[in-house]
């Protein structure tokens, strides 16, 4: 958080949301440390949003799995929902400042209760660590009283991917903490954690550790909840 390349990250990913057709905002929490988000207005006045953190741990050249992997899925699945029009609209959200205590996400969740979009937040996915894994199971982390959203999105990987979802609860950990906090629908999906990577928070957290297979599965159970509740 804060180095030169957290900043460069922000730089890129506001860029990125950009070129897609979005309307890119930051917040900025402390010095030279800001989160990016991209909006596209939907037919009503809520919105689906989809976040994942952009910083890591600060090991040199690491951070493939935590968290570029949730990020770089940021990326693609706006990628993919900007070629459409919505029920409702999007919110994709990189947060930044999570490996400190989910600053960033506390940060925009207190904002935007006061703004009022808060509000507006029907249903979110957020992304954490969707790259490392040997038996094809995939955490969907909530607290209880979502627990019937959980057991949706479980239904929602059976039917579109061959992931094997597992619910955990409750809830801790990661920026979808502050949004279930305040009352907001929505999930975590990240590695199954019994057996997560060994790289957890190590140097060795590199791209070649990755299993892309898995994260294309995670993206695609991502993908069908979202357009699911963008539509319903």
Known sequence: MGSNGNRETVNYISEFLKNYGYEVKRGCFKKG???T????????????????????????????????????ALLEMAR???????????????????EDGLLGSKYFVKKAEKSGLLSKISFFINMDMISWNKNG???????????????????????????????????????????????VPGVLTIE????????????????????IPYLLEIIKLNMAASLHKLNE
């Not at 909006?39 to 968290?67: C, M, Q, Y």
């Not at 070629?83 to 999007?90: A, F, P, T």
């Open 33 to 35: 440390v800001c989160n």
């Open 37 to 72: 988000w991209g909006i596209k207005e939907g037919e009503v006045d809520e919105f689906v949003l989809i976040e994942a953190h952009l910083d890591s741990v600060g090991a040199v050249r690491a951070g493939a799995d935590d968290n570029a992997s949730g990020a770089s």
């Open 80 to 98: 993919l929902l900007s070629e459409q029009s919505y029920k409702r609209g999007i919110i994709i959200f990189a947060t930044n400042g999570e």
């Open 137 to 183: 199971i995939v955490d969907i982390e909530t607290n209880r009283e979502f627990e019937g959203l959980a057991r949706w999105m479980s239904s929602i990987a059976n039917r579109y991917t061959n992931l094997r979802p597992e619910i955990t609860m409750p809830a801790w950990g990661s920026d979808h903490v502050p949004f279930l906090k305040k009352g």
């Open 192 to 211: 199954h954690w019994k057996t997560k990577s060994p790289c957890y928070h190590q140097p060795c957290d590199k791209f070649d550790t990755l299993n």
